[in-house]
């Protein structure tokens, strides 16, 4: 017989999250470890692509391609499945989403040409940019009042199954070739099984509360969605801005570190796998940081906290490098769950949407400036644009004229 505090607990899984007090970790790990599954099935892609040019004999305006289409697709199409989902509920979505990733895997592994190839791509981006929005939205479900540290749980899992790729070349598609993808058809069966729980899970909440539309017609209502949309555009740069310079480091550092100091490739990667860790480490520990000191707080740390080093780690001997790229890494993205947190705070209404642009849009932004410094790089030379990328971070000193997280909440809800 079900006693009445399992019943308690179950009612509690179901209210909202201004209600919901308790933050349901078994939820969040495994919506973690599925983000987990999902990056690591979308950094297949990179991982493959010397072995698909080398077997199908392609060109660098193709492999370019590949990797084009599956950012494209991955991170241009979240902000409108985020705004389908926020108009209209979708528990199951989520899975659907790893269907499309399943069947992405199978064609990947048995493509016999490279248009097979770029179909398969789209359905691992399309799958990929299913996930992130709806994702994001079950772990802000999820975290009760700890929301920080909810979605650093969350985007700790994305991290991990990037840094997965270099991996994945040596011990799998090396070894195996392109038909190795087809052991991730694995991976992504789990991730299906495990999504099929979590939607459970999701569309008995909304069976128990469903989402209930606030209106306003007042004047001070209207003033806030103003303040909302500046804010919002504020937050969406410095988080561009934030990427610029993270690309900045992670594709164009090593090459410094080759160039000037005649550092073996294997030697450089060893920095920039240090730097990666330091970044997974600064996601994780960023969200529960914000849960005690505040979301604006920490924004604005992440940023200006990385200035002094960004301004040293140009001119920095190999020794030096090595510890700036740490505290470096670890600062910077101490503000990366935090600023989908916030977002998500500003505008509480349309979790699907903002979780898009800003895991999303972002990154496929983030790429194109990456374009952009290559380019610049081409004109004029390593060392001056990477003496220029140095200043980057002062621009987070912006992040004073953010309101502060009771302002947030008040305009939230009064819009």
Not at 87 to 116: E, H
Not at 122 to 137: C, D, M, N, T, Y
Not at 235 to 261: C, E, G, K, N
Request: no cysteine; hydrophobic share 50%; proline share 5%.
């Amino acid at each position: 017989m079900q006693t009445e505090t399992s019943k308690t607990i179950g009612l509690t899984e179901g209210l909202p999250a201004a209600v919901q007090k308790t933050t349901l970790y078994r939820i969040l790990f495994l919506i973690s470890v599925v983000h987990l599954f999902n990056d690591t099935i979308q950094a297949i892609i990179p991982s493959i692509l010397p072995i698909l040019k080398t077997k199908m004999e392609l060109s660098y305006l193709q492999a370019g391609a590949i990797i084009f289409t599956l950012n494209i697709t991955a991170s241009i199409l979240q902000p409108p499945i985020g705004f389908y989902s926020d108009r209209r509920r979708a528990p199951y979505l989520l899975p659907i989403g790893m269907v499309l990733t399943f069947i992405g895997v199978l064609v990947l592994a048995l493509s016999p040409s490279y248009w097979m190839v770029l179909l398969s791509t789209v359905f691992i981006g399309i799958g990929s940019a299913v996930f992130h929005p709806e994702a994001s939205r079950v772990a802000f479900m999820a975290a009760g009042k700890k929301r920080g540290l909810a979605q650093s749980i969350f985007q700790v899992g994305g991290n991990f199954g990037q840094s997965l790729a270099s991996l994945m070349t040596i011990l799998i598609f090396v070894p195996f070739g392109q038909f190795g993808a087809i052991w991730f058809t694995v991976m992504a069966g789990a991730a299906i099984g495990i999504q099929l729980y979590i939607s459970r899970w999701y569309k008995q909440r909304l069976l128990v509360n469903p989402p209930v539309k606030m209106k306003s017609n007042s004047q001070s209502s209207s003033l806030n969605r103003k303040r909302i949309t500046i804010t919002f555009v504020l937050i969406l740069f410095l988080l561009f801005v934030r990427t610029w310079y993270h690309s900045a480091i992670s594709v164009y550092y090593p090459f410094q570190l080759m160039d000037h100091f005649h550092l073996s490739l294997t030697e450089a990667q060893i920095y920039i796998f240090l730097y990666a860790v330091a970044v997974a480490l600064g996601t994780f520990f960023g969200g529960p940081l914000s849960d005690k000191f505040g979301r604006k707080n920490i924004l604005f740390f992440s940023m200006v906290g990385t200035a002094p080093y960004s301004f040293l780690l140009p001119h920095a001997g190999p020794f030096w490098a090595f510890v700036i790229l740490i505290f470096n890494g670890f600062i910077l993205m101490t503000g990366w769950s935090v600023t989908v947190v916030y977002a998500q705070e500003l505008v509480p209404n349309m979790i699907g949407t903002v979780s898009g642009l800003t895991t999303g849009l972002s990154f496929g932004l983030g790429a194109l400036g990456a374009v952009a410094l290559g380019s610049l790089i081409d004109k004029y030379s390593l060392t001056t644009v990477l003496n220029l990328v140095s200043f980057l971070p002062l621009i987070g000193l912006l992040g004073y004229f953010l309101p502060s997280d009771r302002k947030v909440k008040e305009w939230s809800s009064e819009s």
